[in-house]
């Protein structure tokens, strides 16, 4: 593309910095990430977490149904 088509609003377009929104998004991905990290840890030993484990379904607890021919 030559110079002599590309308006001003473009060339303005083109000199826009995008490092501001750049940054507002990694800041928020680390804020949200260090929440979630705390949030595990206060309740890693939680009850209802502890249960979970407890019955999740594992190969020795599983129930098949199988059909006779």
Aim: a positive charge; aromatic letters at 8%; charged letters at 45%.
């Amino acid at each position: 593309m030559t110079e002599d088509f590309v308006s001003d609003e473009a060339k303005q377009v083109e000199d826009l910095n995008w490092d501001k929104f750049m940054n507002d998004i990694v800041q928020r991905e680390t804020d949200f990430n260090k929440s979630q990290k705390d949030h595990i840890e206060r309740y890693e030993d939680h009850p209802a977490r502890k249960l979970n484990k407890r019955i999740r379904e594992t190969p020795h607890n599983r129930t098949r149904f199988t059909r006779k021919k």
